[in-house]
């Protein structure tokens, strides 16, 4: 019978060994799989972040073309739309990355001002030619600047998945 013990005892070491080597493995496994869903979640983030940056672009170039036009209710709702296009914009470390605060407030300020000036002028219809050329050159501004930003955030998109 001691001879029996004695394997079964060895056996018993040799399962364990096994058995806490394995439990190791799946450890590592884990913390793999956790590193790589966590990288693709940081993927999303910044690829939504520039999707955003490439909204608010549209937005702009939109409120441009109908900025143009002889009326101006659609300007005014236009601008409307770029105004809630930048307050989807998130500020999560991604959208920091692409444009900083301080720059995306002023921004905002200045397209929450177009937007109420548009408002007023389309209550009557009518804006005088010095206030719709400096409309204008206000929008461009903006358009500009997000034109940058949104390439700013297509190339960090790319620079990040190709690390």
């Not at 409120?63 to 709702?77: E, F, I, Q, S």
């Not at 470390?93 to 002028?121: C, D, F, K």
Request: aromatic share 4%; with cysteine.
């Amino acid at each position: 019978m001691e001879t029996v013990d004695a394997i079964g005892l060895l056996l018993g070491v040799v399962g364990l060994v096994i058995t806490l080597r394995q439990l190791h493995k799946t450890r590592e496994a884990a913390e793999a799989a956790k590193d790589a869903a966590s990288q693709a979640v940081s993927s999303i983030q910044r690829f939504e972040a520039a999707t955003k940056m490439h909204e608010v672009c549209s937005r702009s170039r939109e409120l441009l073309r109908v900025l143009h036009g002889r009326t101006l209710a659609p300007a005014a709702h236009a601008a409307f739309e770029l105004r809630d296009a930048m307050a989807r914009y998130g500020h999560d470390p991604h959208s920091q990355a692409i444009a900083s605060t301080v720059a995306w407030e002023q921004a905002h300020r200045e397209a929450r001002e177009v937007h109420e000036r548009l408002e007023t002028a389309a209550l009557v219809n009518r804006i005088a030619s010095e206030e719709r050329a400096a409309l204008l050159h206000s929008v461009a501004r903006l358009h500009t600047e997000f034109t940058s930003l949104a390439a700013k955030a297509a190339a960090s998109g790319a620079n990040n998945a190709n690390s």
